[in-house]
């Protein structure tokens, strides 16, 4: 492992230990910066608690290998001290128990207890964004959805997303969720 990539994991572990807010800085052209709260980090996967202009907002796991930098300055302190002025930290339910052994062991978890997930697949040649809901499955190297389209339809044919090529899962998002819920079957729409 190079020098780089044990800054960042010993910066991550900081923030978990104390429960602080970053901004992390991702090698992706889609979502190259993330602010949350890392929550768990277990090998190549992070757990962190989506933080977006002062709102709390679902959760992501990630990939550590494609994180470049961890910031904790100034910018992230005023967010953490404001957040905890406004009650915001106080009322959070508490972190989900996501394993991050293995993105199966993430898929399973999150299928089980949310459903509904986004699946991105990000590269520089052709990016894969999956907003659908997450079936149960027997193929180990494979997520299974049911896509949902951005008119509400939900596809009743599964989708699979190879987990090597999967880079970040989001879910308990408000976005998600709002889709899961009022997303209909594809045959009646």
């Not at 959070?92 to 293995?102: F, Q």
């Not at 590269?123 to 008119?151: T, W």
């Not at 596809?155 to 879910?171: K, M, N, Q, W, Y």
Request: glycine share 6%; net charge negative.
């Amino acid at each position: 492992m190079s020098d780089e990539h044990d800054a960042i994991v010993a910066a991550l572990q900081r923030a978990i230990d104390h429960g602080d807010n970053v901004q992390l800085e991702r090698a992706s052209a889609e979502n190259p910066t993330w602010n949350g709260f890392p929550l768990a980090l277990d090998g190549d996967l992070l757990l962190v608690r989506t933080l977006d202009d002062f709102f709390l907002d679902g959760f992501a796991v990630m990939r550590v290998r494609d994180l470049v930098e961890v910031r904790d300055g100034a910018a992230e302190r005023f967010f953490h001290k404001a957040l905890r002025a406004e009650g915001l930290l106080d009322a959070l339910a508490p972190a989900p128990d996501v394993p991050l052994r293995s993105w199966r062991a993430v898929f399973d978890a999150v299928r089980a207890r949310y459903r509904f997930a986004i699946v991105e697949c990000e590269r520089d040649d052709d990016a894969g964004f999956y907003l659908g809901e997450l079936v149960a499955d027997d193929d180990r190297d494979s997520a299974a959805l049911h896509y949902i389209q951005i008119d509400g339809t939900r596809e009743g044919a599964v989708t699979r997303v190879p987990l090597d090529e999967v880079t970040l899962v989001r879910f308990d998002e408000r976005y998600v969720n709002l889709f899961g819920r009022h997303a209909v079957a594809d045959d009646r729409h």
